[in-house]
């Protein structure tokens, strides 16, 4: 199976700033990456998929980038909503796997 | 609107069985592959199963092959997921999970449910 391996785990930052997650496979996955946000007590929302497409309604704020084992997702001015837990899952083979997840804290 | 409401979930002891419902609405439900994965406390996601449009293939992670068997009732909208011989291991939050309309080759998950906790514990 593809491992799927984020960094970092935890990461605090303000509104208004700017992050990045990593997102490594341990084989080539082309493009087949996924990027979702978990919130509790919802339903898990799809943010971008094929590494860089957003998906409908997904904020311009969000964006993906990264082919082959290297992925990253950047959020611009974080809002005080985007303080939450995001996970990579590639679906370039079967079975599709998902990252550790990096959970947004507020600084 | 989309929604996916998973029920069913509860307290079983180790050995025996339960069977998830996922209610969709909101969708032409036959239209689409159909998928459960989990999350077990403290853990990330895991993919469990998947199913095509009239169920007629059927696919399951290694944990779970030969216990877990999804299915689905296209004319009610509904799908399952029947877990015999459960095990410690998979206590977790089971969420429904739909796939892209296009193309089936693509494993990702659009919508979600918000879940529902399965406990296995004697």
């Known amino acids: 199976d593809v491992q799927m391996t984020q960094s970092p785990s935890y990461l605090a930052a303000s509104p208004g700033e700017s992050v990045s997650i990593s997102c490594k496979a341990s084989?080539?996955?082309?493009?087949?990456l996924a990027w979702y946000q978990e919130k509790p007590g919802k339903a898990n929302k799809l943010l971008i998929y094929?590494?860089?497409t957003l998906q409908s309604g997904t904020p311009s704020r969000f964006s993906g980038s990264g082919s082959g084992t290297d992925f990253t997702l950047t959020i611009r001015s974080l809002e005080p909503e985007d303080f939450t837990v995001y996970y990579c899952?590639?679906?370039?083979?079967?079975?599709?796997?998902f990252g550790g997840g990096t959970k947004l804290e507020l600084k | 609107e989309v929604q996916l409401v998973e029920s069913g979930g509860g307290l079983v002891q180790p050995g025996r069985s339960m069977k998830l419902s996922c209610a969709a609405s909101?969708?032409?439900?036959?239209?689409?592959?159909m998928a459960w994965v989990r999350q077990a406390p403290k853990k990330g996601l895991e993919w469990v199963a998947s199913?095509?449009?009239?169920?007629?293939?059927?696919y399951y992670g290694d944990s779970v092959k030969g216990r877990f068997t999804i299915s689905r009732d296209n004319a009610k909208s509904t799908l399952y997921l029947q877990m015999n011989s459960l095990r410690s291991e998979d206590t977790a939050t089971y969420y429904c999970?739909?796939?892209?309309?296009?193309?089936?080759?693509?494993?990702?998950?659009?919508?979600w449910g918000p879940g529902t906790m399965v406990t296995v514990s004697s």
């Open positions: 999970a739909r796939h892209p309309l296009l193309p089936t080759t693509d494993w990702y998950f659009d919508f």
């Open positions: 084989k080539s996955i082309s493009t087949y």
């Open positions: 094929s590494g860089s």
């Open positions: 199913i095509s449009y009239e169920g007629s293939s059927t």
């Open positions: 909101g969708f032409t439900f036959s239209d689409y592959y």
């Open positions: 899952q590639h679906y370039n083979e079967y079975p599709p796997t």
